[in-house]
């Protein structure tokens, strides 16, 4: 259920917080929470995804049954999914005691596991927001499309075992003269949210994807001037 999944990642944006802020964080604490991550953003998308371009346990779309051979391809394409998240969050276990450059500070490598889980849900939600308003109904089966599933697995996947650098809102301080548009920006991203939720965070999806490569050309300046700076 997509409502669990969003639940998941607000809970996971907070449990750290909340751990520190109670100086309750330990080494058994970090590993549950990976292993909650896997479970929530690597194995549920994983079977949601196969379910939904499958047609669920009955294997029918429209009334006309899926290709077996589709079937076991989109399911190995979810279980490579599944196998990404759980290296990406092992990567990441092992980084944490590892030194790593000033440039870093505002890039995550690779696309962390709540926003993997967010790119490849993103063709079922707007599918779900599509159909919700009664709109364009050929476009919405487009997004659910077995091929479309394939390539967003395999896509997302390969997007979270890279070192690509991805952006990292952790950091991020908001300088005054930009504090005004940006809280602008938040109460219109509010307002949609509550007038047309779905397509809403389908649309944001959509903008998470389109900001990795913004943002690799973001850290090759950052990482060039760091460089030449300290020659």
């Known amino acids: ?29 970090a590993e549950l929470d990976s292993l909650a991550d896997f479970v929530n953003f690597g194995v549920a998308p994983a079977m949601f995804m196969y379910f939904w371009f499958t047609g669920g346990p009955t294997h029918m779309i429209d009334g006309e049954p899926v290709n077996p051979t589709l079937i076991r391809v989109v399911l190995a394409c979810a279980l490579y999914y599944a196998m990404c998240d759980c290296f990406r969050l092992a990567r990441f276990n092992t980084m944490l005691e590892q030194e790593t450059a000033p440039y870093w500070t505002h890039f995550f490598t690779g696309v962390p596991a709540p926003g993997g889980c967010w790119m490849v849900l993103t063709p079922a939600i707007l599918s779900i927001a599509l159909d919700a308003k009664g709109i364009s109904p050929s476009f919405a089966w487009v997004l659910q499309n077995p091929w479309t599933g394939v390539f967003m697995l395999l896509f997302v996947g390969a ?3 890279s070192r690509l650098p991805t952006i990292s809102l952790k950091h991020l301080k908001i300088h005054k003269p930009y504090l005004l548009p940006v809280m602008a920006c938040l109460l219109l991203v509010i307002a949609f949210l509550v007038t047309n939720f779905w397509m809403t965070i389908g649309v944001l999806g959509v903008l998470y994807i389109l900001t990795v490569p913004v943002t690799g050309m973001i850290f090759l300046k950052v990482r060039n001037a760091y460089l030449r700076q300290n020659r």
């Open 159 to 161: 997007l979270m075992a």
């Open 1 to 29: 259920d997509l409502w669990a999944l969003l639940v998941a990642v607000i809970c996971d944006g907070m449990d750290g917080r909340i751990a520190r802020l109670l100086n309750a964080s330990s080494k058994l604490g």
